[in-house]
């Protein structure tokens, strides 16, 4: 009882700025993953407080895998399926290339490899989701509290002008409803303003928008063993290739969602406490990150990010214009 008393100032704290942050993207239309984490940094000098750290950490480790495992609720193979061969393998591709981007960018300008993936991962995937699965199987030690912080910040920045530019870019080279859904769905990188990208070009963009979306959520599971699969012997805390059990779980919960057995009531709840596990995540990362090695990591993580979502756009762009109709 006494181990378990030691987390609730840290939670309540958590929950606290959670809450906060949904009634700012409610009543405001921003995006929820931004507002706790900027909350989360606002309350960072209150991380001095070591009665704090336990319920920090918990929420910042165990709530992101538990978070990344409700994700699968969002993803049916079914719909995968439906996307068709040709868009399937050029969303595949699209992953691939702009992970590759973050890794290759990231080395040039004198950073490892692990910065990379983390960067290019979460343009490549889903954004701060992909960017805080990443990190936890990564570890601390490759992917530290400052690297995330900033690769949360930037993409979330990236991702709410993307979601305003990216319609506009596509009805200026008069794209049809099913090549705009599918690099809207493509390119942007968090699921929400993906999403909204979409509705707001046509009902149709904003279907193709979901599938294509939800196929890139789906791959985050395979991404995730393979980054754990090639960590070095020894790192991160064990001596050879394991994968996560969060990644096997959210391949269960999402084959389960497809046999259709899940009631749409049941999966609508576990999907919004995915959204509240991630969040309050976000918001126990903004409270933990070591704020001056945030404010002397100069520009060029912010480079790392930009181009590989230029690489994403581009190459979205380029598959629809060859392989969707």
């Known amino acids: 009882m006494a181990h378990v008393r030691a987390h609730f100032p840290g939670l309540t704290l958590v929950l606290l700025g959670t809450l906060a942050a949904g009634f700012l993207s409610d009543h405001y239309g921003a995006p929820l993953t931004l507002m706790a984490l900027l909350i989360g940094l606002a309350l960072n000098f209150l991380s001095v407080d070591k009665r704090l750290s336990p319920g920090l950490g918990f929420a910042s480790k165990s709530l992101l895998r538990w978070g990344i495992v409700l994700v699968g609720v969002r993803v049916t193979f079914g719909q995968i399926v439906a996307l ?25 300008l004198g950073f490892d490899a692990a910065f990379g993936t983390l960067a290019g991962g979460s343009v490549a995937i889903c954004g701060a989701s992909a960017a805080m699965a990443l990190a936890t199987t990564l570890g601390e030690k490759r992917a530290g509290q400052a690297q995330l912080t900033l690769v949360l910040v930037v993409i979330s920045a990236m991702s709410a ?27 942007i990188h968090d699921v ?17 928008a979901t599938i294509v979306k939800l196929t890139r959520v789906a791959l985050l599971a395979p991404v995730l063993a393979i980054v754990a699969a090639f960590l070095p012997r020894g790192e991160a805390g064990h001596g050879g290739a394991v994968i996560p059990w969060f990644v096997v779980g959210f391949f269960l919960l ?20 995915a959204s509240g596990f991630l969040a309050a995540a976000v ?3 903004g409270l933990r990150s070591p704020l001056p090695q945030l404010l002397t990591a100069g520009i060029r993580p912010v480079i790392i990010i930009l181009v590989a979502t230029l690489v994403a756009l581009g190459a979205s762009l380029t598959a629809a214009l060859l392989f969707v109709r």
Not at 87 to 96: D, E, K, Q, S
Not at 164 to 184: C, E, K, Q, S
Not at 257 to 273: D, F, H, R, Y
Request: hydrophobic content about 55%.
């Open 254 to 273: 999402a084959g389960v969602n497809s046999l259709g057995v899940i009631p749409q009531t049941l999966a609508m709840s576990a999907e919004k406490l």
């Open 161 to 187: 002008t993307a979601m305003v530019l990216y319609p506009i870019l596509a009805h200026l080279l008069h794209l049809g409803d099913y090549r705009a859904g599918f690099v809207l769905g493509a390119a």
């Open 283 to 285: 918001t126990a990362t």
């Open 192 to 208: 929400a303003q993906s999403l909204g990208a979409g509705y707001s070009y046509s009902t149709q963009a904003g279907e193709i």
């Open 84 to 108: 068709g061969p040709e868009a399937l393998v050029a969303v595949i591709a699209i992953v691939a290339v702009t992970i590759a981007t973050g890794i290759v960018m990231a080395r040039w």
